[in-house]
């Protein structure tokens, strides 16, 4: 799994719930990242954590929000503000030093009904 | 701020044959890295081959190479003898040296389809 796990691999929601996507690695790892993918485009950055209790806005942060309390865990909270969240979402591991390169889980597909 | 283009939304290449993809980018950056990443039907994102701007040889990974031109700002993944499982969407990537925030910029990907 490359070290870091998403969960669940589908999820479905309401319009107008909010709901929480899991994203866990095991290699102590600092930096952690999430993206959002639309079909036929690239990865765009939401959120990104260098440090537990700290994290940073990416390029299209509106409507989600984000938690660091533990090194090993970057949920990502899809709010009912975000007026399109149907997407796949990826959230990866990083470390600088070595191959200082992020790797990536195997992403979450969350629909809205 | 650094911007990434692939320009070839689709590529086909017949197994065993070579094919080469293309992406380009703008930044006034002069240390950065440059990646090129392989989602697969299975969505999973998976590096294929990495290059630091301040090294002049091209990166090499088996089967994989690129064409790092950095006057140019252009930066092409070639594929040699094209096997089935190449068949994929392939996404360049940017990174840039400074402040190491790890962040990566993406192009819109490539879809390769490798044909029989």
């Known amino acids: 799994d490359g070290g870091i796990t998403q969960s669940p691999k589908y999820l479905f929601r309401k319009e107008g719930q909010n709901v929480t996507l899991s994203c866990e690695q095991n290699?102590?790892?600092?930096?952690m990242y999430w993206y959002r993918q639309d079909p036929g485009q690239g990865l765009r950055l939401i959120y990104y954590?260098?440090?537990?209790?700290?994290?940073q806005k990416g390029d299209i942060a509106e409507g989600y929000s984000v938690s660091r309390e533990k090194k090993e865990s970057f949920p990502l909270t899809v709010t009912s503000a975000q007026k399109n969240p149907t997407a796949f979402y990826l959230c990866?591991?990083?470390?600088?030093?070595?191959?200082?390169?992020?790797?990536f889980g195997p992403g979450t597909r969350l629909t809205v009904l | 701020a650094q911007t990434v283009t692939q320009s070839q939304p689709e590529m086909s290449v017949q197994e065993a044959e070579t094919v080469t993809l293309s992406c380009t980018y703008d930044?006034?950056?002069?240390?950065?890295?440059l990646f090129w990443y392989k989602q697969p039907p299975s969505r999973q994102m998976i590096l294929v081959i990495r290059?630091?701007?301040?090294?002049?040889q091209n990166a090499t990974e088996n089967r994989f190479s690129v064409n790092f031109q950095k006057a140019a700002k252009s930066f092409s993944l070639k594929i040699s003898d094209s096997q089935l499982g190449d068949a994929a969407m392939y996404f360049c990537?940017?990174?840039?040296?400074?402040?190491?925030?790890?962040?990566?910029?993406f192009g819109q990907g490539t879809t390769l389809q490798v044909k029989p």
């Open positions: 930044t006034s950056e002069s240390d950065y890295y």
């Open positions: 990866a591991r990083y470390t600088s030093g070595g191959t200082d390169t992020q790797y």
């Open positions: 290059q630091e701007a301040y090294k002049q």
């Open positions: 290699l102590n790892h600092d930096a």
């Open positions: 990537a940017y990174r840039s040296a400074s402040g190491n925030t790890g962040k990566l910029i």
């Open positions: 954590s260098q440090i537990v209790n700290d994290f």
